[in-house]
Each structure stands twice: as C-alpha cells, then as structure tokens.
C-alpha cells in the first residue's frame, strides 16, 4: 500500500468514527465513490471499532484503533518475521501496540534475552513519533525500581528503524491473571485481601515513578504484568503479601515527566489527538486538557484498574458508545457502586475505590501514596482518610447531569424558599452569636477588672490573672451554659498557648461535655471543642489519642459544612500534623496539600494559615528525605508570614527554627546555628525564659552545635533544656525522652561513653514505651546504643541494635532514605572495627552512594562515609585509592567548617596516606596540625585509636622516635 492510499484511509476512518452510526453509510458512499475496495477496507476498520486497542491488517499494512479515538498508526514491515534488528536474533513477536512492536530477542554479544521494541511507522515515522519514542527510553533509564521493566540499550538500525531493549518479563496480563481466578462476583473477603494486596505493589511502582516526576498516563491492566516471585528483583523478596505473585509495570510509551518535555507532551485539544487508552481515562485526559494532567490523573486510572480487579467490570460501559458519548460518561454519569456487583465490597473499599475515580481531581486522592495509604489502613483494620460525598455534593452533581430536568420556575421557586429558612435561621443565629459574644466579653471584662495589683502588693502574673478568672467561671455563669463553655474554652486555649496543660484539660474538657449536652452531638461548637482538646493531647505528646479527636472533629465538621470550608481544611492540616509526629509523612503531606488547595480557594495566595500549612508541609516532604523540596516550603512560608506579620511575631519565629533546622539536616551548621539563635532571642522576648517551646529550641540549638564538633557547649545546652523540660512537661514525654537521648549523644561525641550508656538505653526504653516498637525514634535510640556498645569494643553486644536499627529505618522509610544511611554507615564501622571488613566496605559504599543522593555531595555524611572507605583502603595498603576518598573528604569538611575533633582525625588519616605514598612535606603538614589538636584534647574518642597506631608507625619509618611516642602515650589515655 503507498503512502497516499495509506492516508486516504486514514482520513476517512476519522471523519467515520466522528458521525453517528446512522450518518456514516451515506459519508462513505460519497467519500468511497468510485473505489469499491477503499469502502471495503474501510467498512472492514470500522466494523472493528469495539473501545479496545487492537491491531487490523489491510494491504500488509497494519493499522491500529487506538480505543475508539480513531488514532491510526502506520507500521511497514514484512508479514514474516525479521531474522535480526540490530545486534539481536529475533525470536518471536510478544505484542504490538500504539507506537512500536515488541519482539523476544537474544542480544547476540551476551547472548541475553530481551524485549526490543521496535518503533512502528518506517518510512512515515514523523519527528514527533520519534520524539515520544525517544523519551519512553529517556523516562525507563530514570526509572530503576524492581517493579518496572528495566531498559537495557537502545539504538538505531542501518535502515533508520529505531528501537531499544529492555528487560525480557514472562507473566500475564492483569486482566487475563483476573479472569484465570474465577468469577469476581462469587469472591469473599480473603480473595479481595489479596487482591488490595495486589494492588499495592502497583501501587508502589507508580509511586517511585512519581516521585520521579514521571506520570505514566495509559495505566490498564495489559500494561501490568502478573509474575511468579522469583521474576522479580531479590530487592523485594521479602514481601509476602500476595501467594508467591508480584508485578512488572510496562509501556511507558506515553509517559509525561512533570518538569520536562512539555512542548513534546502537549496533545492538542481534539478527539483525535488524544492518548491514552479511553476506558481507563480520567475525565481531564479524555478531555484532552494537557494543562491538567497530574499525577491525580493515573490515581483515577488506578480507581478503573482497582474497580476492575475487585469487581470483574470496569465502572463505566462505554463499549458500544460513539467517541463523544463516552467521553460524556466519563467526565459527568456516577460509576456504578462496586457493591452493586459484589455485596461485600460495601463499606471502606466501595469508598476508597470511589473517591479515587473522582471527577474532579482536587476530590480525588491527591496521591498513589494517599490511595495505598488508605488501602493499608483497611487492611490493619484502621479508619480510612477517605469520606463518602455529602448530600450537598451530590445533589450539584445531579443538577449538573440533569440541567434540563430543572425548570426555571421550579428553581426559582425553590431558591426563594431555601433563601427564605436561610436568612431567617442565619440572622436568629447572627443574633444569638452577637449576644453569646457580648456575654463573653462582658465576663472576661468583669474578671480582669476585679484583679487588684494594689491589694496584691506586687505586679500580677498572667498566670494568676487566668486561676482568678477560672475560679469564677462556675459561679458567674451558672445560668448562661454556652457561654459558660466558651469561656472555659478560651482560658484552657490560653492556658495550654502559655505550656500550663495541666490547668488546661480539666477545662477545656469541661467546655467540650457542656457543649455536647446544651448542643448535641453535631455541632460546629463541639466540633471547636474537640479540636481544641485534640491539640491539647498533641502538645503532651499523646499523638494517637489527638489523631483519634482530630478525625472526629473533621468528620463533624465536613457533616456541617461540607466537604469544602476552612474549618474542613483546618481539621486536615491539625490531623496531618498528629501523623507527622507519628511517623506517617507521606500521609500527613496528602492531608496537607488537600488543606492548602481549600487554604488558597477561599482565603487568597497569602493567609497565615497558608504560611502555616507550608510549615508543616516542610516537615512530611523532610520526614521523607526531600530536603530540597522542603526548603522551598519552609522559604514560602517564613516569607509570607514576614510580610504579614512583622519580624516580631510567634510565627515568623516558629518558621525560622524550622528552617534553622532544615539547613542543619541539609550539614550547613553554620547557617542553621545563627538562624536557630536568632528564633532564641525571639521566642524568649515572646514567651519568656521557660517555656516547651524555649526549650526545644534551645534543644535545636545544642544539637547543631554538637554536629559542629563544638561539643562542649552542646551539653550545656543539653542539659539545660532537659531540666526545663522536666520542669514543665512529664518525666515520660517525649520531648523530655528526646533531650535524654541527645544528650546521651553529646556525649557519646566527648567520649565520655559509660556516662552516655544508661542515659542511651533510658531514652530507647521510653520511646519504645511511649511510640511503639516501630517508630524513626525508636530506630535513632536502637542506633545510640549500638554505637555506645561499639565504642567501649563491645562487639558482639552492639550489633543486634544496629540490625533493628537497619531494619525499622527501612521499614518506616523504604531504601533511600538518610535515616537508612545513617544506619548502613553505622553497621559497617562496627564490622570493621570488628575485623570483618569483607562485609564492612559494601555497606559502606551503599551508605555513600545512598548520601550523596539524598542529601548531596557536600554534606558532612559524606565526607563522614568517604573517610570511613578510606581506612578500610589503608588497612589493606591500598594507598592510591584511599588518597582521593580522603582529599574531597578533607575538602567537604573544610567547606562546612567543621572544627570537630573528627575533622582533624581525617587530616591525620591523609597524612598517613601521604606519607605512604612518600609525599613527606604534605603528610608533616598535616600530622602535625591534627597532632596539635587531637592529642591535647583529653578524650578524643575511640576512632581515633587506630590514627593514632597508624601516625605512630610513620613517624617510626621517619626516625621520628620522640614523636612517635607522643601517640603513644596518647594511645594509652585512650586505652585508660
């Protein structure tokens, strides 16, 4: 077939698929006339068009109708397969799709198999073909994740044909895999638990593709592959989840990535154009709306692949519907409830599964991590984040559907009645709104006014003043219920806002059981109170029992206004921060993303509770490792509250810690200590010299200072905070267990290590009281007592805390992630100080790679991991390859300007390697500097034995025998 008779057809099967079926025979007769065999061909396409991919042959050439969107690609090529592509043997053929064939091949240099793909179109490949191909090589070279098909290399033959290999998957389809397990509606609840659990692992892929800003916009089941385990990379063998199956993700062939190519991911806005496959698109995409394609857009197909893996159907039949009929079901019909098909999925799944395949995105799952989250809450049997639509919703959404069913008159008769109750209810309650706050005001004046310094005889504390108006409350307003609860609530407010929680839980539990008897149980005043009680507990550090009122009062609170409301998104960013405390970042960054979208609709771009929410979004992007991301929140919000507020102003000093603390997590200690006492100086102007929050900023403070090397200071600090904080909070709680631990840290860091061990096993058997055994503190205080135990040379003692350390970081935050490499750093200095270096340099090389991705080449961590490598390199004598390890260590350190003792056991080291290497001048140099300091402090610490030993047998080589003797002795003080 030429190329013009290939476009004939072309041009006529699209003009086809646009008319209804009744038009189309009298088109054809006019645009086939004359040509018997084109009406043929093209009657023949057309009889095929079903909603399904699928590939029809005509004059050896082969078309595909990509899903009734009448997109039809070109591929020439032989009906007999090619002998070779290539360097690769061709096998067999596996699959065609919309841009290219896929083949089983052999690469004949390895003599591996593979898939190649090979790109459809020939002679008529266009730029922007190639373009698409090309960037589904450029998006799976980013993509390494056991799940995903991996790709090998790609290429171009002598005849132009472009194609690439990857990695060869023998499994099953999704859809087949479903089918081969029997009848859906007939399944019980065991079957649909291995299917969520199923449905996780897709789940998980999607979301490391996410995260790497790739969207894989044609997600369905014939691009999921269901495999034995074993076909899988051993790096998730050890989930067991599902009997023996896991999945492969493939064709990323229409794959955006978020930040890139967007001149070559923008589809034009026609029917024609779009891409995808059209039963498993979000309404946006079948749109074809590019500007708003997001990640939302593959939770919905998601929603599809997980409706019809629990119910054996697809939520919409749009089979038999012409192009433009289907795209109207998508985007405006109501799925059909997946418990209309089988009973038991009524309940939490019918609701997750519905909220995912939201029309609008911002009601959708705002992630694949939200979705898996909440699926996983299920399956611990856990209350799901996900809230049925409200009646208010519903009903929009019925007169959206049914615009003509709603007459005008009926309409406007039925406004006026509802605008009538309205403002009749609405004035009443402005009424009694009015005259409850005048009452309040009138009281709290009363109050104030009866406090007589004079009579005193001396200045009144606020905190008096409050025990003076509290007392008064039971008698002053017996009779007033209401305000006599409102009252309570702002004193116990301003009691917890002062650190005084215990003066305030009996009030403000007080105000919360009057609101319920005078109110009921749905009232926006007890939904008030509930919150307020829930911050209480959250600031005593009881984190699950504020995350149980915090969903309590944002469901009361979506009950009463609805499911868009500043007070909705305020009780989602308190309930994302009760999560972040426990762990749950991913999570909490959903809750406050959906918060921060209703911030911004109703409150503008700048609001302090926006600054607020970028705070605290800061800290879940952190808590996962995105620092960078993080730093930009954190800068937002100090910004915008600067200009709301002043430099003055609690908040503004509440964003300045935390970005203090952010800079300090990123090794820039320098920054993150100036910052950490300019927000002191504020907090102590604000709050006064003892306050929580006082303290754990000053908490910050040591810390920072410790990790500069400025040891000394940092206890101080150290101390000082954790006096106030017994002082103020209770022995368990976990800012005082938290000052515990580091200070046990600090130290650990003088080497002052019998005093630091009971104070590192108290803080991990608290935390483990107070958090659970699976929680990132509990890992740290695993870590410190492994690291204690190592350091006094008890072995075998400290390597079972460094193994649960390992394990729990992996288990709380997956592969990569700076708590993991603390860990893998950690577990590899004791196996070398333990004399197993075999196992000690791959986990140290893991660490090192996993650091610079996380946190960067030029944190201290790194330049910490780099020398660690090194003195495995010089036990063995390899010189030469320690000598580079050490310089850029040497230089990370000196660019942080890190004075600590460990700097300067890093230019001994070098200067040991130098000397080796028989660079004399250098290596004096630098042993001399770090002899001046190492040797005239009194306890160094133990890694600094074995620099010793080394400078020792230099200086001996040299003739040095005065100053060899030096380190000796200094060995000895160590050793004492």
Known sequence: MDSKRFERIREIVIAALELAPAERAAYLEEACRGDSDLKTEVESLLAQDDGEARIVRTGGVALELDDDLGALVEEVHDKTLPKQIGGYEIVGMLGEGGMGVVYEAVQQSTQRPVALKVARGGTYLDEHQIKLFQREIRTLALLKHPRIAAVYEAGRTEEGRHFFAMELVRGVPLDEYLRSQGRQSSIGRREIRARLALFLKICDAITYAHQRGVIHRDLKPSNILVVRRGQVDDAISADRSTDGEDIKILDFGLARMTDADVTITTMVKDVRKIQGTLAYMSPEQAQGNPDEIDLRSDVYALGVVLYEMLTGERPYDIQRNMIHEAIRVICEEAPRRPSSTVRVLRGDVETIALKALEKEPGRRYQTVLGLAEDIQRFMSNQPILARSPSATYQFRKLVARHKGLFAFATTLFILLAVFGIIMSVLFESQRRETR???????????????????????????????????????????????????????????????????????????????????????????????????????????????????????????????????????????????????????????????????????????????????????????????????????????????????????????????????????????????????????????????????????????????????????????????????????????????????????????????????????????????????????????NNVGYVLMSQDKYPEAEPFFLDALALQRKIHGEKHHGVALALCNLGVLYHQYGRRAEAEPLLREALAMRREVLGDEHDSVGETLARIASILLDRDQNEEAEPLLRESVSIYEKAQNTGPWTYGIRSMLGVCLARLDQRAEAESLLAESRAILIELPRVGWACRLEFQRAAAVYEAWGDSKTAELYREALKRLQN
């Open 436 to 782: 409850k706050a005048d009452r309040i005001n009138a009281f709290l004046q009363e109050m104030l006014s009866s406090v007589k310094p004079a009579e005193m005889g001396r200045e009144v504390t606020v905190r008096e003043v409050l025990d003076e108006t509290a007392m008064g409350i039971a008698t002053g307003l017996e009779e007033e219920p209401e305000v006599q609860a409102a009252v309570r609530a702002t004193i116990g407010n301003t009691y917890a806002a002062l650190g005084e929680y215990e003066a305030a839980e009996p009030l403000l539990v007080t105000a919360l059981n009057d609101r319920r008897r005078v109110l009921g149980d749905k009232h926006r005043d007890v939904a008030n109170s509930l919150s307020d009680y829930a911050n209480l507990k959250h600031f005593v550090g009881e984190y699950a029992q504020a995350e149980s009122l915090h969903r309590a009062a944002l469901e009361m609170r979506t009950d009463i206004f609805g499911d868009d409301h500043p007070a909705v998104a305020a009780s989602l960013q308190d309930l994302g921060l009760s999560l972040k405390f426990q762990s749950n970042y991913a999570v909490a960054e959903s809750l406050f993303h959906e918060a921060l979208a209703m911030r911004r609709r109703h409150q503008g771009p700048e609001h302090p509770e926006i600054a607020r929410i970028l705070n605290h979004m800061a800290a879940a992007l952190s808590g996962q490792g995105r620092l960078d991301e993080a730093e930009i929140s954190l800068r937002e919000g100090l910004a915008m509250r600067e200009r709301l507020f002043g430099e003055e102003h609690p908040d503004v000093a509440t964003s300045t810690s935390d970005l203090a603390y952010l800079l300090g997590m990123k090794g820039k200690y320098e920054e993150a200590i100036s910052l950490t006492r300019e927000a002191q100086t504020l907090w102590v102007k604000i709050l006064g010299e003892e306050h929580p929050t006082v303290a754990r900023n000053l908490n910050n403070l040591a810390y920072w200072l410790s990790c500069n090397g400025k040891q000394a200071e940092a206890e101080r600090y150290h101390r000082e905070c954790l006096a106030m904080r017994r002082k103020l909070l209770d022995e368990d709680h976990p800012d005082v267990v938290g000052s515990i631990n580091n200070l046990a840290v600090t130290l650990i860091y003088q080497a002052k290590y019998t005093e630091a061990e009971p104070h590192a096993r108290e803080a991990l058997r608290l935390f483990k009281k107070l958090l659970g055994e699976e929680h990132e503190y509990v890992a740290t205080a695993l």
